[in-house]
């Protein structure tokens, strides 16, 4: 059973930065994974952030392209999403998920695996 466990919430002002990482167990190969990084306000359904195929392949919602950045280190079976330049409407809570086969990387449908998420809040 894969679990996720995500870290490096908090709150940060407008054009700031942040890390979030998330820690991978329960699985012999996380390497084999999609994994990926979406958001959620409430009221509103989960979006995509920002996902990494099992070969490296990285999709980006148009609305952060450019200013995150997601990193995968399979030896440490951690997942990572480099946000810069933070604007206010990036505040939500951020999961972290993972499936072995993903046919539309941004779509939330498509993973199996969720973390409970890590709060941001960018204010300006």
């Known amino acids: 059973h894969v679990q996720l466990v995500e870290s490096g919430g908090g709150s940060v002002q407008a054009g700031g930065s942040l890390r979030l990482s998330c820690i991978a167990s329960g699985a012999t190969h996380m390497s084999s994974f999609c994994m990926g990084w979406f958001r959620q306000v409430p009221g509103k359904g989960r979006e995509g952030v920002a996902t990494?195929?099992?070969?490296?392949?990285?999709d980006y919602a148009d609305s952060v392209m450019g200013r995150f950045r997601i990193s995968k280190d399979n030896a440490a079976n951690t997942l990572y999403l480099q946000k810069n330049s933070l604007k206010p409407e990036d505040t939500a809570m951020y999961y972290c998920?993972?499936?072995?086969?993903?046919?539309?990387?941004?779509?939330?449908?498509?993973?199996?695996?969720w973390g409970q998420g890590t709060q941001v809040t960018v204010s300006t």
């Open positions: 998920a993972a499936d072995l086969v993903v046919t539309g990387p941004l779509s939330p449908d498509e993973y199996k695996y």
């Open positions: 990494i195929a099992n070969d490296g392949t990285t």
